[in-house]
């Protein structure tokens, strides 16, 4: 059965100088031809074109149908035959009307992003002209709407991307930040995905050897066989074990880090945020308690994606809605990856607020209090001025390269991989460890398939729909 072609816009939806509407399949040819009423423009060369979208198809030509005498002329078109005509002569009545001037670019397979016929339409940006050229589109026989990634899941399923590939760009169409940019066009472009199948290269060379030595056992082989197997097997499994322990710096980018913002009520923790995120997220006021409920701010520090957290004044209370909102801090607290502790710097007595080792500490309202009085380490600051804070921001700037530190080695941003490699490391830690030989091939099958389903080498199906479903509309 013949896939059918399918179309959407792949730009942002609305109002823009430019969007760009997405054709995928063998009518993507047909379609190129209906709008434009002229020959298959020349292969991956943008090109001006007026579309028309025409009241109706009249079939002049007999029994063929226009749809399949298009697909003809599209199969004409790349064989170099000149397939132009003009609207008597395509079929279509003269009574359509023009929809607009319009850049065109055809790509035929495979040499596509798809590996099947794509077209693109550059049509001006405005919501009339985009849904005339989508209804005119869906006019031409063999054709629906995309569904949400299903052009990048037929460039997987033509073999122009794996899954991690596939997972790099929808990563890159959301990467909010230079890191995360990075992170995922390294992913994109084949990183991640190279170093699984290369290991599972090795793991069926490694499966070679053993079988060689099951099924050939009364040959003359070497008695090395088995010894190089292991060998291989054993510096697999040390090079899986150190890709495990990567801290999750690749999923941590992904989602970026969490950082609270506590303390004790009224020291200025709301300031503090309002001068990191440059504008007043936070209501500030000099009553204590202001501040009940966790309020989150996403920002770009450094290139770094992280989520900063204003969290209610820590202390006991009746207050029956303050206590949930303290119980709310506490709570977001301890999953952070690190916070910044704040204290009033003129406060004489001890905090409530206990600070641990990975705690950044800010002594607030430090423009208040003779400078001579520092006795404590961390950054003396004044939130409401500025003063002091850009020290501060460079502390958080030094987390974040730590916990985000470059390795030449690609890493794992979703927990799907790493629950494969997991279950591929356990199978080889069986395979090194089995006294029969049979057992230990199977292990080493199973640990070659886990990866495999990672970049979609081997059966993926049940995977597929999770891998895709985050996509957009035309992607």
């Known amino acids: 059965m013949t896939d059918p072609t399918i179309y959407a816009l792949s730009s942002a939806a609305g109002r823009a100088g430019v969007a760009v509407i997405r054709v995928s399949g063998p009518a993507a040819g047909a379609v190129v031809q209906a709008l434009c009423r002229t020959g298959l423009p020349k292969p991956r060369v943008l090109t001006l074109a007026t579309l028309w979208r025409s009241a109706h198809f009249s079939d002049r030509s007999g029994d063929e149908s226009v749809g399949n005498r298009l697909e003809s002329e599209s199969s004409l078109a790349e064989s170099g035959v000149d397939c132009g005509y003009v609207a008597a002569e395509s079929g279509f009545d003269g009574g359509g009307e023009v929809i607009d001037r319009a850049c065109v670019i055809w790509c035929p397979a495979p040499r596509?992003?798809?590996?099947?016929?794509?077209?693109?339409?550059?049509?001006?940006?405005?919501?009339?002209?985009?849904?005339?050229?989508?209804?005119?589109?869906?006019?031409?026989?063999?054709t629906t709407p995309a569904e949400p990634?299903?052009?990048t899941r037929r460039a997987f399923e033509n073999n122009r991307m794996d899954l991690t590939e596939a997972e790099g760009l929808i990563d890159l169409i959301d990467a909010e930040t230079e890191a995360q940019r990075r992170q995922s066009l390294r992913q994109m472009g084949g990183a991640l995905g190279g170093l699984y199948e290369g290991w599972r290269?090795?793991?069926?060379?490694?499966?070679?050897?053993?079988?060689?030595e099951i099924d050939f056992s009364d040959e003359d082989l070497p008695d090395t066989l088995l010894d190089q197997a292991r060998a291989s097997l054993t510096v697999l499994t040390r090079e899986m074990t150190d890709h495990l322990n990567d801290n999750r710096r690749g999923e941590r980018l992904r989602d970026g880090l969490r950082v609270a913002i506590i303390g004790a009520p009224n020291v200025g923790k709301s300031t503090v945020l309002n001068w990191l995120a440059g504008r007043d997220a936070a209501i500030v006021s000099p009553v204590a308690g202001t501040t009940r409920d966790v309020i989150e701010v996403h920002l770009d520090i450094?290139?770094?994606?992280?989520t900063f957290a204003d969290t209610a004044g820590l202390r006991e209370t009746d207050d029956f809605i303050e206590q949930e909102g303290v119980r709310r801090a506490r709570a977001w607290a301890d999953q952070a990856?690190?916070?910044?502790?704040?204290?009033?710097?003129?406060?004489?007595?001890?905090s409530v607020v206990s600070p641990s080792a990975t705690d950044i500490l800010i002594f607030n309202k430090a423009d208040l209090v003779d400078r001579t009085e520092e006795s404590q380490p961390g950054h003396w600051v004044s939130a409401k001025i500025g003063d002091g804070m850009t020290g501060a921001l460079a502390d958080v700037k030094q987390r974040?390269?730590?916990?985000?530190?470059v390795s030449d080695v690609p890493v794992m941003t979703r927990e799907r991989h790493r629950l494969a490699v997991t279950d591929s490391k356990a199978a080889l830690e069986r395979a090194?460890?089995?006294?029969?030989?049979?057992?230990?091939?199977?292990?080493?099958?199973?640990a070659s398939n886990n990866l495999g389903r990672i970049t979609?080498?081997?059966?993926?199906?049940?995977?597929?729909?999770?891998?895709?479903?985050?996509?957009?509309i035309g992607k």
């Not at 693109?120 to 989508?134: K, M, P, Y």
């Not at 450094?302 to 992280?306: A, E, L, M």
């Not at 090194?432 to 199973?446: K, N, P, Q, S, Y």
């Not at 081997?458 to 895709?468: G, M, P, S, T, Y």
């Open 112 to 142: 596509s992003f798809t590996g099947d016929d794509v077209a693109e339409f550059q049509v001006h940006g405005g919501r009339a002209v985009i849904d005339a050229t989508l209804q005119a589109i869906g006019l031409v026989p063999g």
């Open 149 to 151: 990634g299903a052009f």
């Open 201 to 212: 290269t090795r793991m069926v060379s490694a499966l070679a050897l053993i079988a060689a």
């Open 302 to 306: 450094g290139g770094y994606p992280v």
């Open 337 to 350: 990856d690190f916070r910044l502790m704040v204290y009033d710097a003129t406060e004489k007595t001890e």
């Open 400 to 405: 974040l390269q730590a916990a985000y530190q």
């Open 432 to 446: 090194l460890a089995a006294v029969d030989i049979d057992l230990m091939a199977e292990d080493v099958r199973l």
């Open 456 to 472: 979609g080498r081997v059966d993926v199906e049940d995977i597929l729909d999770v891998v895709f479903r985050d996509f957009c």
